[in-house]
């Protein structure tokens, strides 16, 4: 079958998410307790392009999936999630269709479930804009599991990443399509350095997770 070509061979070093989906079983398209399992570039697949906010919702989602569960499988559809401020602010948008398709948590347009509501995920993802998120932080995210009430909330920040200053010039020859192709690829592995660093080794302080009692 053809794959998807991407070009940057780290993305396949990049940990998997591991998810059962009890409804993908009950109407058989995976055997029982077989897990989704998400690659990061599946998050590009539905993003269409791959960035800071991309990586971080990826690894945001993998951490407090982690963080709620030890290590049990997550049960997708069973999770609750709200972030802090309202839709517009920053990437919470772009952020929050990331953790919805890894988690399956959704907003009003979410599956209603069958037989009265059964593997419902309709508003399971919410945005609250009488919260503020943490202080410089891109996006502050509250994740529960709803078969267990624990709740953890977790907070990413990128300030601290480092720039090539060479990124600015070539940025705006990427954007437009006017640079050359060695221009437009030296951008791209520019680009990549960072998203690199979120995924596989992100310095202390760029996720803060805390249990909410």
Not at 38 to 58: E, M, N, R
Not at 140 to 151: C, G, L, Q
Request: contains cysteine; proline residues 5%.
């Amino acid at each position: 079958m053809e794959q998807t070509k991407f070009n940057k061979p780290f993305f396949q070093e990049v940990e998997p998410i591991k998810i059962k989906d009890r409804l993908a079983v009950t109407l058989g398209a995976m055997d029982k307790d077989e897990p989704f399992v998400f690659a990061y570039t599946d998050a590009i697949k539905l993003a269409g392009h791959s960035c800071p906010a991309v990586s971080g919702a990826y690894k945001l989602t993998q951490l407090a999936l982690k963080a709620l569960y030890g290590n049990e499988i997550p049960e997708r559809g069973q999770i609750r999630v709200t972030f802090k401020g309202g839709i517009e602010y920053r990437v919470n948008g772009p952020i929050s269709q990331v953790v919805s398709f890894i988690t399956g948590a959704a907003g009003e347009s979410g599956f209603k479930g069958l037989g009265g509501g059964r593997y419902n995920r309709q508003n399971l993802l919410s945005f609250d804009d009488t919260q503020e998120a943490d202080e410089d932080a891109v996006c502050t995210v509250i994740f529960e599991r709803m078969d267990t009430a624990k709740r953890i909330e977790i907070s990413y920040s990128n300030y601290m990443l480092p720039a090539n200053p060479k990124m600015g010039e070539l940025m705006p020859l990427a954007v437009t399509g006017k640079g050359t192709d060695v221009e437009i690829k030296e951008f791209g592995e520019l680009w990549h350095d960072r998203i690199r660093t979120i995924l596989k080794n992100p310095p202390d302080g760029m996720f803060v997770i805390r249990e909410i009692k």
